[in-house]
């Protein structure tokens, strides 16, 4: 829809000019500082940071049915900086102008409802949130699009010439980071480090494809970020990892279509995300905190993180139920299917815990739950949700079996609705499903796979036929014809099909 065609109190909106004073606070010191320079950590104490708005209260002065109409119409503007995340500009990174904006097809990504079966098999009604579909198959586009934004941005107004981006990644950030990257590549060359051995086929070939440098580093995530963060702290680098605040900023673009994609009516609603570095789970309460705030919801959803046993600490976290003997203890992670979450000292723990305290405040009641699963309960729920139409990963997987086990243990019920995030693509992860079929993945997942989820490719070589058709041989025409009938009747007889009636055989 052209602008000068949308409601009278809505065009004077529709394009956001920049505004806003963005300011990087500390959350351990409350330290503020400029973003005119890439923070990580805190100058000061070193703690993460988050970043805030001095002037968010202006936003209030529209109330929360006008955003929601806002948003609402601004989905039928054709103009490529809105189309993404930053349709929400106004709660993204407001500072931004919107010719920096960097968008390569980003966010609103399908919910799609699960069928009958899936719904009975659980025992409650839900949907995925399908952010396998965004451009490199993964919810961390959402970040990079605003991350990339405000280096484009910078490279603009400081007329930065080079800028390398790097980051470390269980396999989607990389991904991510490389694309985005590749897209300004004028002025952004990528360099990102991968556990050796940790990542998928399909996430390695992804930056590799975007032109990044690839290195690959002895050991698990945990300790690929460690090297990342000494590059960072000591080089002139532009950090793409969720310690990047630019990066939580974009990620709440989740919350915020779960919110419209439920006309706004979040009461009853439960969001379910799975936990690695916990730079999503941060982003979903804060997003969500946001549209409470701005009346935009009246009710803030259930949230529950899920973790495997194999990488859980953010479960064991909050399985201590006394506040004051809570105590943060990084682990030792063990393999896991849901590589992209296989982290044991999640970077954002520090902004997880301070926005549980103030999401479950703003509740009034207990709002945030981590759940733990097994890495069986992973593999199964995965290959179920995809014989039922779904194209979950094996971290959509463990959110599914996340709402299995939080209906089991009461924290959410029957004639509650349910959003689970498929963090990403089926595709990235299939070696798991191929391992998995063919019964030999490596015993460290402690996965048995169960005969009724198998499947496999059957080789149809009808008999009695002298030769079969090769690429560059064709056979003769009575030959072909008699390979034709050969092996569909061999398919039919595996199939168990009936002739049709009245047809000569
Ligand atoms: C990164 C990632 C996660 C974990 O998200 P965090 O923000 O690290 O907690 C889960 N699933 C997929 C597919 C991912 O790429
Ligand atoms: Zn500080």
Redesign the pocket.
């Known amino acids: 829809m052209r602008p000068d065609e949308f409601p009278d109190d809505i065009r004077p909106y529709l394009i956001p000019r920049p505004s806003g004073d963005l300011f990087y606070r500390c959350l351990q010191c409350e330290g503020e500082f400029d973003i005119a320079s890439l923070l990580y950590t805190c100058p000061d104490c070193g703690h993460v940071l988050l970043i805030e708005d001095r002037q968010w209260d202006r936003l209030k002065e529209c109330p929360g049915s006008f955003w929601r109409r806002l948003f609402d119409y601004r989905r039928m503007l054709n103009m490529p900086a809105l189309k993404g995340v930053f349709l929400f500009h106004e709660l993204i990174a407001p500072v931004l102008p919107l010719e920096d904006i960097v968008y390569l097809g980003e966010g609103h990504t399908p919910v799609v409802r699960a069928n009958e079966s899936l719904r009975r098999f659980i025992g409650m009604d839900f949907s995925f949130k399908n952010?396998?579909q965004n451009p490199s198959a993964?919810?961390?586009d959402r970040g990079m699009a605003c991350a990339l934004s405000f280096v484009n941005y910078l490279i603009r107004t400081q007329g930065l010439g080079e800028v390398l981006s790097i980051c470390a990644s269980?396999?989607?950030?990389s991904a991510a980071a490389a694309l985005y990257s590749a897209y300004l590549s004028k002025n952004v060359k990528s360099a990102v480090l991968l556990p050796h051995g940790k990542v998928t086929p399909q996430q390695l070939s992804q930056p590799l494809g975007s032109g990044a440098r690839v290195f690959e580093i002895p050991g698990v995530f945990d300790d690929c970020m460690k090297v990342v963060e000494y590059l960072a702290e000591r080089y002139q680098v532009a950090l793409l990892n969720?310690k990047n605040a630019w990066r939580i900023l974009g990620?709440e673009s989740y919350s915020f279509e779960v919110a419209v994609s439920l006309d706004y009516e979040l009461k009853g609603k439960v969001v379910l995300?799975?936990?690695?570095?916990?730079?999503?789970?941060?982003?979903v309460l804060g997003g969500f905190l946001k549209l409470r705030d701005l009346g935009i919801i009246n009710y803030l959803p259930k949230i529950i993180g899920v973790q495997s046993e194999h990488a859980d600490p953010v479960y064991r976290y909050y399985q201590q139920t006394e506040l004051a003997k809570r105590v943060f203890r990084p682990i030792t992670v063990q393999p896991s299917v849901?590589q992209?979450?296989m982290?044991g000292n999640?970077v954002?723990m520090p902004r997880v815990i301070r926005l549980v305290e103030t999401y479950e405040r703003m509740s009034g009641a207990p709002a945030v739950f981590v759940v733990q699963v097994t890495e069986q309960e992973i593999m199964d729920c995965q290959l179920i949700a995809n014989r039922n139409g779904h194209i979950a990963?094996?971290?959509?997987g463990?959110c599914l079996a996340g709402l299995r086990q939080a209906l089991a243990a009461g924290i959410v019920s029957q004639d509650e609705v349910a959003v689970l995030?498929a963090?990403?693509h089926a595709l990235?992860?299939v070696g798991f499903q191929e391992h998995y079929f063919a019964g030999d993945l490596d015993p460290a997942y402690q996965v048995i796979p169960r005969a009724e989820l198998k499947n496999s490719p059957s080789l149809i070589r009808a008999p009695g036929l002298k030769r079969f058709p090769a690429s560059g041989q064709p056979l003769p025409a009575d030959e072909f014809q008699a390979f034709v009938e050969a092996t569909a009747k061999e398919i039919a007889k595996e199939l168990g099909l009936q002739e049709r009636k009245g047809r000569d055989s």
């Open positions: 952010d396998g993964s919810f961390k269980t396999g989607d950030t969720s990620q995300v799975p936990i690695g570095n916990a730079g999503n789970i941060t982003a849901a992209a979450a982290i999640p954002s990963c094996t971290q959509g463990e995030d963090t990403a990235k992860f």
